[in-house]
């Protein structure tokens, strides 16, 4: 086993260093409220190849602030509006939706011993990275790989995932919503057939094997028909979802007209969401309480409801029944490593702009502990909510339970509403579940928001610019993502969001981010040197099983489940039925790769554009930019490279700018 990379000591300036590729942003770009000292006015510029930097050694606070120093960083009022910020944002619809299926796929019971392993792994020392590293550095997403601003692609890659998120997870809360809206009557339009979305196929007879039993058990003839007359039948359910909601055409190459209800829907979501991010994060840490909290009411109630119901027992049973022989298979430890990574939002810059409003010596490492219980027990706990409620089902209709366990979109539009169509006061039911679930998606998609948006605003610094300068810039990112989804209102935008859902933010791009930013912190910056920075805010040194994890078994488990997606890849299909055409995957591929390729890419340019030798830009690019908070709190014994502004021979681009 390969030794854990050691403190990196801050590399001495040689007698003629390389210049930095990007000499106009170095340090005017560097994140709001970093630091620069030039030499003394009237000194002469350095020639080409000379270093402008200083060798300071950090000996206690610095002096009274220069007139373009920027303010200091906003903070959360409370530490537990972090917290919650943090349930909010990482407890999401995949909790409810996807680990409960998950658990009952992959042996019951037994799933969670390989889903808890890779938790400590892989899911706490990766989320714990992320925070810490916001916290240390005072940026969100981008700025805070100043740290090592030869990899800033890793920030630029988690804005792009992050971007494609906010573009697309929304929508689940647009036919949330949809759903509410349409609960708030006598009987659920969903429950019967007759209405005009409804076709001659629809019946109310749900299943194949209800049909049977009814054919033999009675001998009326409303019910003596053969299971071959019920094969092309369709469930209300089902009808209500593809020809009202989403008004599905037959291929991706059809995207038809736009369903208008859906728009005003859409436009009142992210209306909702403006107004939850606009004034930063002293009132997202106030909505968040609700957003948060409120969900696990309802999860209560559902579940008190639900295991009074007949067959609920069954349903827990399947839920919970164990089977050993289920941890021998690949695929179940490779499901719990990608459901993690979900679940713990881990790779998208969002933990790391939360945890940049923190106070210095705040203990992140106790918060990413905490969070990790909260996250894992929710969708613990959401099992049995599930999983009570699908066995009455099943019990009711005569039916294996395997039947009608789903996942995804599939257990929220139409296994769930289906079984609580066969409930009394199913409008009550209905309505508080889609609530709960438009609550649940609400702070998930906010925070995604407020990540972004800190990003754009730590990139392009303004000292003094004010509220109105963060106002706007929401008010424009909301409206950029708002145009982006009417490409998923149409009659072909199922087909739109399952490329995003699965490609832009899979498993395989969260695998990438995860596993770079092990290797950079652990391998490039120094796994020690980082604990050191950590013990800085948090008084204490973490366990040394952080450290090893970070530079070993996380980048392998990372690595383990990204060879195995690739090997196991399969072409895009919806409903198991419709093949997507080969240019549908492109424009996935596409996708997925954007993001991807944001680091080498980066990294590349980077290092062509600085001179020297390769180990002299190396040292360079790789030697933090400090910011104003760490003159006060790194050690005196500690040293930190200051770059100082240097007249650019040409204008910097914008990429330059950024990267």
């Known amino acids: 086993m390969p030794p854990v ?92 939706w996807r680990f409960p299926y998950l658990c009952y796929k992959n042996g019951g019971g037994v799933f969670l011993i390989p889903y808890l392993i890779i938790v400590f792994v892989g899911g706490i020392p990766v989320f714990f990275l992320e925070v810490a590293l916001g916290q240390f550095m005072k940026q969100g997403g981008i700025a805070a790989w100043n740290i090592a601003p030869l990899f800033k692609g890793l920030g630029l890659a988690s804005m792009v995932i ?85 008004r599905l055409s037959g291929a991706l190459s059809e995207p038809g007209e736009m369903n208008w209800q859906m728009i005003l829907c859409l436009i009142a979501t992210w209306v909702i969401v403006y107004f939850c991010i606009w004034k930063g994060v002293k009132s997202t840490g106030k909505i968040v309480y609700f957003t948060a909290l409120f969900p696990y009411v309802v999860l209560i109630l559902l579940l008190v409801h639900g295991v009074t119901l007949p067959g609920a027992l069954g349903g827990i049973i399947y839920y919970l029944k164990p089977d050993w022989s289920k941890l021998a298979e690949a695929q179940v430890w490779i499901d719990a490593g990608t459901q993690i990574f979900f679940s713990y939002a881990i790779g998208l810059g969002a933990l790391t702009a939360l945890g940049s409003y923190n106070r210095f010596h705040n203990n992140c490492y106790r918060d990413a502990y905490i969070l990790a219980v909260i996250n894992s027990s929710t969708s613990f706990f959401a099992g049995f909510v599930v999983f009570s409620v699908l066995g009455f089902m099943a019990s009711e209709q005569g039916v294996d339970i395997s039947k009608v366990a789903e996942s995804g979109p599939g257990l929220a539009f139409i296994a769930y509403p289906k079984a609580v169509t066969l409930m009394p006061l199913s409008p009550l039911w209905a309505t508080l579940f889609f609530f709960m679930l ?13 990540g972004f948006i800190t990003g754009i605003l730590d990139m392009f610094p303004q000292p003094g610019a004010g509220s109105l300068r963060r106002e706007l810039t929401a008010a424009l990112c909301c409206i950029i993502f708002c145009l982006i989804d009417l490409s998923m209102v149409t009659e072909g935008g199922m087909y739109v969001f399952q490329l995003f859902d699965n490609y832009s933010a899979s498993g395989i791009t969260l695998l990438w981010q995860a596993f770079w930013e092990c290797v950079v912190i652990a391998w490039v910056y ?25 530079a070993v078994v996380t980048p392998l488990v990372c690595v383990g489940i990204f060879v195995f997606h690739v090997v196991n890849y399969k072409p895009l299909t919806y409903n198991k039925t419709y093949v997507y055409p080969w240019w549908g995957e492109a424009i996935g591929w596409v996708l997925a790769l954007s993001s991807m390729l944001c680091i080498p890419c980066t990294l590349l340019y980077k290092l062509l554009r600085c001179k020297g030798s390769l180990r002299e830009r190396w040292q360079l690019l790789t030697t933090p930019i400090w910011g104003h908070h760490h003159l006060e709190y790194l050690t005196p014994e500690a040293e930190a490279k200051l770059l100082a502004p240097e007249p650019p021979k040409e204008k910097a681009t914008l990429f330059e700018t950024v990267i």
């Open 438 to 450: 438009l609550v649940l998606g609400l702070d998930s998609q906010f925070v995604g928001v407020e």
């Open 526 to 550: 120094g796994a020690d040197r980082f604990m050191d920075d950590v013990a800085r805010m948090i008084g204490y040194r973490p366990l040394p099983f952080m450290k090893w994890c970070w």
């Open 162 to 246: 992050v971007f494609f998120c906010n573009s697309y997870y929304i929508m689940i809360l647009v036919w949330g919503l949809y759903y509410l809206v349409h609960s708030l009557t006598d009987t659920l339009p969903w429950a019967t057939c007759g209405h005009p979305w409804n076709t001659e196929q629809c019946t109310e007879l749900f299943h194949f094997e209800l049909c049977y039993n009814a054919s033999i058990n009675t001998t009326t003839e409303l019910f003596n028909i053969s299971c071959a007359d019920m094969s092309n039948k369709r469930s209300p359910v089902i009808e209500f979802w593809e020809n009202k909601v989403l």
């Open 5 to 96: 990379p050691a403190d990196k000591a801050a590399p001495q300036p040689p007698a003629a260093a390389p210049q930095r590729d990007d000499a106009a942003a170095a340090a005017a770009v560097a994140p709001a409220g970093s630091d620069t000292r030039g030499e003394a006015e009237g000194t002469d510029p350095p020639t080409a190849g000379e270093e402008r930097a200083i060798t300071a050694p950090l000996v206690g606070p610095p002096g009274p602030p220069k007139a373009t120093a920027a303010p200091e960083r906003e903070t959360w009022a409370r530490q537990m509006d972090f917290i919650m910020s943090c349930v909010g944002f990482a407890v999401g619809l995949g909790n409810v």
